[in-house]
């Protein structure tokens, strides 16, 4: 999370998607709890989208997006200019900011401070993805098929020789894809663009200059999508571009890479570019990839242990190969870099597919049951407020109230009970997921609420607690967290704690005059750091 962003984080709302972006990482805009969208940041030439170029220094509502469940964002770049797109829960998509080459899809080259809802071919269509190349954009509808417009002058547009280079400023349907196939993911990068195909396959289309298309080294731009025959022993399951290079990760965890390697985006150990894609190797199986178009930003990784590593432009120098870092998620590595930025690559639900959450379903019943008068047999009081729920459930949920309910102790045949030192929030939070498995609550709820999932001994839920507070720590909540991770025994969050308290030490220990009671774990970390020196000597 940017500090810009981080700034905010406290203030009183819940919030659900946010987007951190421009050339220093200035400017946020953030979607909350009840879909009121707002921004705020320096809003150089009326990027915020809110009509106006002046300064936000506190957060102002987007009028034309609040009542359009807006579900995520993207960010096209373009040196220090910005194209913005928002997403609805409904595949609705509105754009504004610069539009020099059409890149917005409205229909004009007029740069727009406003955001408008991009009509033509997608009126009638569900965006579930949009992909951002700077200049030019892809976007993928709920039924396979690839738009694009704004800039054609590598053929980045995939709409055939016939058009020409002609930049278009409306989307325009792309075509040529193997027969039977259908997309389920984009990216593309300045001069090149890609397509994730449900079998796995791969194609590309645009510049092939320095094999940024990936299919090989022929100077001959392509303008019709192309299928990767150097991947085709392989399962693609995710794609990301960079600024002019391309991460491809398949299903056996396996990265590889193409296009400019001025700065070691290939990871090979060299600043030569590859003529086609080439494995990066690494020690451990890769679940997710991360890249960005600004060209300061490196490269990214993420393990199924959760060990993140990085190369290529690390801020100014050169890694040519994958190195460990210290960081728990990807969005951290882009939330330190130069600028600091949000990372989240957003693919809407298609509600057509997700039958698993329809009224009808067992996870909407459930939904429906909790806190429900009507059908509950019990009832949790706390701060004198009760919370309705079902003994049946909860006892397949937790072995604790398995005891609880169908043990012989007073609470099998009791109706309700009372709840001490618990808060109502974090406990109602906790019962909630027991019933929805949905983490909704702030990140400042977190380390109560991950106190009571240990007290009940869920775990899924505990995990769900740590990734928001390794996320979410700061000067400020450092010690707490340490302090509850060694009294649960949690030794990745205690880890991950005291690496933070050692690399922010100054900062922790100065905070301990807003709170005299961090002073104990303080010392703690003094000596287990002591107690490290002394093995290593």
């Known amino acids: 999370?940017?500090?810009?962003?981080?700034?905010?984080?406290?203030?009183?709302?819940?919030?659900?998607?946010?987007?951190?972006?421009?050339?220093?990482?200035?400017?946020?805009?953030?979607?909350?709890?009840?879909?009121?969208?707002?921004?705020?940041?320096?809003?150089?030439?009326?990027?915020?989208?809110?009509?106006?170029?002046?300064?936000?220094?506190?957060?102002?509502?987007?009028?034309?997006?609040?009542?359009?469940?807006?579900?995520?964002?993207?960010?096209?770049?373009?040196?220090?200019?910005?194209?913005?797109?928002?997403?609805?829960?409904?595949?609705?998509?509105?754009?504004?900011?610069?539009?020099?080459?059409?890149?917005?899809?409205?229909?004009?080259?007029?740069?727009?401070?406003?955001?408008t809802k991009i009509m033509g071919k997608l009126a009638q269509k569900m965006v579930v993805q949009v992909a951002c190349g700077g200049n030019h954009t892809l976007v993928l509808t709920s039924e396979g098929q690839v738009y694009a417009f704004g800039q054609n002058v590598d053929e980045q547009l995939g709409l055939g020789s016939r058009t020409g280079r002609a930049n278009e400023s409306v989307p325009r349907l792309v075509g040529g894809f193997p027969d039977g196939e259908i997309v389920t993911w984009i990216a593309c990068h300045a001069a090149s663009s890609f397509a994730l195909l449900h079998s796995g396959g791969l194609c590309g289309w645009g510049s092939c200059w320095n094999s940024r298309s990936g299919l090989g080294p022929s100077m001959n731009n392509q303008a019709s999508p192309v299928k990767l025959t150097t991947l085709d022993n392989v399962v693609i399951t995710r794609?990301?571009?960079?600024?002019?290079?391309?991460?491809?990760?398949?299903?056996?965890?396996?990265?590889?890479?193409?296009?400019?390697?001025?700065?070691?985006?290939?990871?090979?150990?060299?600043?030569?570019?590859?003529?086609?894609?080439?494995?990066?190797?690494?020690?451990?199986?890769?679940?997710?990839?991360?890249?960005?178009?600004?060209p300061n930003h490196p490269c990214a990784a993420i393990t199924d242990n959760n060990q993140v590593y990085i190369w290529g432009n690390c801020n100014g120098q050169k890694v040519l190969k994958p190195i460990l870092t210290s960081f728990s998620s990807l969005e951290e590595v882009f939330a330190v870099a130069s600028p600091q930025v949000s990372y989240h690559r957003f693919q809407l639900k298609n509600k057509k597919e997700v039958s698993s959450k329809s009224k009808n379903s067992m996870y909407e019943r459930f939904r429906n049951a909790f806190d429900n008068t009507e059908t509950a047999d019990f009832s949790f009081i706390v701060e004198g407020k009760k919370i309705h729920v079902h003994k049946m459930l909860l006892a397949i949920s937790s072995d604790v109230f398995k005891r609880m309910f169908l043990g012989d102790f007073e609470d099998s045949t009791a109706k309700e009970k009372i709840i001490d030192h618990i808060s109502y929030n974090s406990f109602y939070a906790f019962l909630?997921?027991?019933?929805?498995?949905?983490?909704?609550?702030?990140?400042?709820?977190?380390?109560?609420?991950?106190?009571?999932?240990?007290?009940?001994?869920?775990?899924?839920?505990?995990e769900e607690c740590e990734k928001i507070m390794k996320s979410t720590i700061s000067v400020q909540n450092a010690a707490a967290i340490y302090d509850k991770a060694i009294l649960f025994e949690a030794e990745d969050l205690c880890g991950f704690c005291f690496n933070y308290c050692m690399e922010h030490l100054v900062e922790v220990v100065n905070s301990i005059d807003l709170d005299g009671c961090k002073e104990e774990v303080i010392l703690g970390v003094y000596r287990r750091a002591a107690g490290q020196q002394n093995n290593v000597e």
């Open 239 to 294: 794609i990301v571009s960079g600024a002019y290079f391309t991460l491809a990760l398949t299903d056996k965890g396996k990265v590889y890479a193409w296009g400019d390697n001025d700065k070691g985006q290939s990871g090979n150990g060299t600043t030569s570019w590859n003529s086609f894609p080439e494995v990066i190797s690494m020690a451990e199986r890769v679940k997710d990839i991360a890249a960005t178009c600004y």
């Open 432 to 462: 909630k997921y027991l019933y929805t498995d949905e983490v909704d609550f702030t990140s400042e709820l977190a380390l109560e609420v991950y106190a009571v999932a240990h007290l009940y001994q869920v775990t899924s839920l505990m």
């Open 1 to 115: 999370m940017s500090k810009i962003l981080g700034k905010w984080a406290n203030f009183g709302r819940e919030i659900r998607t946010a987007i951190v972006f421009g050339s220093k990482g200035e400017n946020v805009i953030f979607v909350d709890g009840k879909y009121q969208v707002c921004a705020f940041g320096k809003n150089e030439d009326g990027c915020l989208g809110t009509g106006d170029d002046d300064e936000l220094k506190v957060p102002v509502r987007i009028e034309e997006l609040c009542d359009e469940e807006i579900e995520g964002f993207e960010c096209g770049i373009s040196g220090d200019k910005c194209s913005i797109f928002a997403i609805s829960s409904s595949g609705a998509v509105f754009s504004w900011g610069n539009n020099e080459d059409g890149q917005l899809g409205l229909g004009t080259t007029e740069y727009t401070k406003i955001p």
